[in-house]
């Protein structure tokens, strides 16, 4: 009896480590697609249509502006 149930176990246990790896993946896809969506909204609320930009170094959150087509800032 203890021998099936260990049979039964050692098919089992990597049936459940790949489910658990794809939710951990599904929740990161999930975090990804949110973190994603809440930029879009940010840029699209700001009247400027860019993101302030913190790259460089010293600056002061929104002092320098990242834009997209004209990224040629010598400062990051």
Same mark, same amino acid.
């Given at each position: 009896?203890?021998a099936?149930?260990?049979?039964?176990?050692?098919i089992?246990?990597?049936a459940l480590?790949r489910?658990?790896e794809?939710?951990?993946?599904?929740?990161?896809?999930t975090?990804?697609?949110?973190?994603? /969506?809440a930029s879009?909204?940010?840029a699209?609320? @700001?009247e *400027?249509?860019?993101?302030?930009c913190?790259a460089?170094r010293m600056?002061?959150?929104g002092s /320098?502006?990242w834009?997209?087509?004209?990224a040629? @800032?010598a *400062?990051?």
């Open positions: 009896m203890i099936i149930i260990a049979l039964l176990m050692s089992l246990m990597p480590a489910v658990r794809m939710a951990n993946r599904v929740v990161c896809g975090n990804l697609k949110g973190i994603g /969506t879009a909204i940010y699209g609320e @700001d *400027s249509g860019r993101f302030p913190a460089a600056s002061i959150w /320098t502006v834009d997209a087509d004209n040629t @800032d *400062s990051i």
